[in-house]
T-cell receptor, first 114, second 113 residues
Framework: KAGVTQTPRYLIKTRGQQVTLSCSPISGHRSVSWYQQTPGQGLQFLFEYFSETQRNKGNFPGRFSGRQFSNSRSEMNVSTLELGDSALYLC?????????????FGPGTRLTVT | GENVEQHPSTLSVQEGDSAVIKCTYSDSASNYFPWYKQELGKGSQLIIDIRSNVGEKKDQRIAVTLNKTAKHFSLHITETQPEDSAVYFCAASVYNQGGKLIFGQGTELSVKP
């Protein structure tokens, strides 16, 4: 089975722009979670999607949004980029909701905001 | 709020020695505790996990222990090898919110040959 894939792997944007990142979960997985990783804050939960609905949300401003499609692929969008948004964005998938399933992480998208 | 503290932030051991990384969580409703190994270019790999109804779990050279009373869990790696060098993250999730992991700050483990 193919693992979680994320595109693009690297991205450079300018302050004020917006960006969309994509995540394809493992085949058959229906839950996708997104995380932001920075040297200062570590790994922080952004949101989780299951069956095209946001099920959980972390403490990030409304500039961060996401969605999930019927094939479970997910996208996250960051509008009005700030320098502090530079980070590694990770997505993780698991088979379904509930508490009994481990998350499998993708390689991440490295976003640099200049 | 939810918080996971992880220590130490860096750890250097000689090949063959043991390594121990400790985490403390704040939310007593947490019931799932995974450990991830992150290597450059390889992403984050789940290496072991434990649930709150178990006190200890072992998988070859890796073991995790959980003390629910103290809200504390630890990763033990025995007979360390250079390929164990990586950043290790502990995490916790609350019952019925398994898609939301709260991570520790990470431990950079260096195993010297």
């Amino acid at each position: 089975k193919a693992g979680v894939t994320q595109t693009p792997r690297y991205l450079i944007k300018t302050r004020g722009q917006q960006v969309t990142l994509s995540c394809s979960p493992i085949s058959g997985h229906r839950s996708v979670s997104w995380y932001q990783q920075t040297p200062g804050q570590g790994l922080q939960f952004l949101f989780e999607y299951f069956s095209e609905t946001q099920r959980n949300k972390g403490n990030f401003p409304g500039r961060f949004s996401g969605r999930q499609f019927s094939n479970s692929r997910s996208e996250m969008n960051v509008s009005t980029l700030e320098l502090g948004d530079s980070a590694l964005y990770l997505c993780a998938s698991r088979p379904r909701q509930g508490n009994d399933y481990e998350q499998y992480f993708g390689p991440g998208t490295r976003l640099t905001v200049t | 709020g939810e918080n996971v503290e992880q220590h130490p932030s860096t750890l250097s051991v000689q090949e063959g020695d043991s390594a121990v990384i400790k985490c403390t969580y704040s939310d007593s409703a947490s019931n799932y505790f995974p450990w991830y190994k992150q290597e450059l270019g390889k992403g984050s790999q789940l290496i072991i996990d434990i649930r709150s109804n178990v006190g200890e779990k072992k998988d070859q050279r890796i073991a995790v222990t959980l003390n629910k009373t103290a809200k504390h869990f630890s990763l033990h790696i025995t007979e360390t090898q250079p390929e164990d060098s990586a950043v290790y993250f502990c995490a916790a999730s609350v019952y019925n919110q398994g898609g939301k992991l709260i991570f520790g700050q990470g431990t950079e483990l260096s195993v010297k040959p």
